[in-house]
């Protein structure tokens, strides 16, 4: 079993900063991907960044340029560091490590991007 723990988000005005962590635990193994995805309200649950265990990345089209993902194989620990953020970053951001086929989330944690 994997637990995630999420720490960061908030309420930030556009243009902005927010840094999210995450931090797993359990059987995590050292083969996997972390990352992050979000939710925003009435819409699907998309991926916005992912990190290999061997550091290969993905961004989706809107993070590129403004977000940076990172992890310390170390402390288990995934990092989202959100730049120059805008109204519709706003959302549910979910912390997901993907091993061996299965998906673990974390509890999920607010972003808000305010006009």
């Known amino acids: 079993q994997v637990q995630l723990v999420e720490s960061g988000g908030g309420l930030v005005q556009a243009g902005g900063s927010l840094g999210l962590s995450c931090a797993a635990s359990?059987?995590?193994?050292?083969?996997?991907?972390m990352g992050w995805y979000r939710q925003a309200p009435g819409k699907e649950r998309e991926l916005v960044a992912r990190i290999s265990s061997g550091g290969t990345i993905y961004y989706t089209n809107s993070a590129k340029g403004r977000f940076t993902i990172s992890r310390d194989n170390a402390k288990n620990t995934v990092y989202l560091q959100m730049n120059s953020l805008k109204p519709e970053d706003t959302a549910v951001y979910y912390c997901?490590?993907?091993?061996?086929?299965?998906?673990?989330w974390g509890q999920g944690t607010q972003v808000t991007v305010s006009s």
């Open positions: 997901n490590v993907l091993r061996g086929g299965l998906n673990y």
């Open positions: 359990g059987s995590i193994g050292s083969m996997n991907f």
